[in-house]
């Protein structure tokens, strides 16, 4: 009695289609005609409006407690002078703290330890980009001695990214009923869509100068244009 039984539970489950199997299938639709894979891409320009850049300060002692608190008391300083400047709380985040040994290799000796080097970097989103350098030589001042960036962004690229999205369909319509006529025949009907990860195309913009280097003329930051694109990857039926 027992095997009969058994044996009806394992048709049973054979019969249920299983879980992995089930993520695993892709739906696919037959076409009748000439299948044509376009890839087509849409892109817009925007001028960016968030600069982010990187701020930060390296301190050296002769002990790791004083070079990390050398470092904090420095960067409370710099952070002090983005509050006063307007920068937002949730537009400051600590991006690193390090502390490292430093040593001298005298020739034919074992290395001998003479310090260490801390560092301590925030990255910092500029909202007013335009006034952004003033706020740097701000930071040099205050003892900042590391600045990288910026990095120029559109802060909410959505609507942007839409119509990049839009021109990217019409581009590849576009395309497909250039290869139908090309053909003799005529596009019947779109099989299927798909977008790649799309990114903004910044423009090479040049580290900003390590803050030694700074002059008495003011830091300035032209944020130009950007770039937002959308790639697709469509397939046509042709008849």
Do not use: C, H, W
């Not at 983005?82 to 000796?109: F, H, M, W």
Request: charged letters at 20%; aromatic letters at 4%; glycine letters at 6%.
């Amino acid at each position: 009695m027992i095997r009969p039984f058994l044996g009806a539970l394992l048709l049973a489950a054979a019969a249920l289609p299983s879980t992995a199997g089930a993520q695993q299938t892709s739906i696919t639709q037959t076409i009748a005609g000439t299948r044509l894979d376009i890839n087509a891409s849409g892109e817009v320009t925007r001028v960016p409006d968030v600069a982010v850049i990187s701020a930060g300060v390296v301190s050296r002692s002769p002990t790791a407690t004083g070079a990390l608190q050398d470092s904090a008391t420095r960067m409370s300083k710099v952070v002090a002078a983005l509050k006063s400047a307007g920068v937002e709380d949730r537009d400051i985040q600590t991006s690193n703290v390090s502390l490292n040994p430093e040593y001298r290799y005298p020739q034919d000796q074992s290395p001998q330890l003479v310090g260490y080097t801390a560092s301590n970097s925030v990255t910092v989103r500029f909202r007013d980009i335009r006034n952004s350098g003033k706020i740097l030589d701000a930071l040099v001042r205050q003892g900042a001695n590391q600045i990288s960036g910026p990095n120029l962004v559109v802060d909410k690229p959505e609507a942007a990214l839409d119509e990049a999205r839009q021109k990217a369909i019409a581009t590849g319509r576009a395309r497909a009923d250039l290869y139908a006529r090309s053909l003799g025949m005529r596009v019947v009907r779109v099989v299927s869509v798909s977008e790649s990860e799309s990114y903004p195309v910044p423009p090479p913009v040049p580290m900003y100068a390590r803050a030694e280097m700074a002059s008495s003329q003011a830091t300035k930051i032209e944020p130009g244009e950007q770039k937002l694109q959308v790639n697709l990857a469509m397939v046509f039926e042709l008849q």
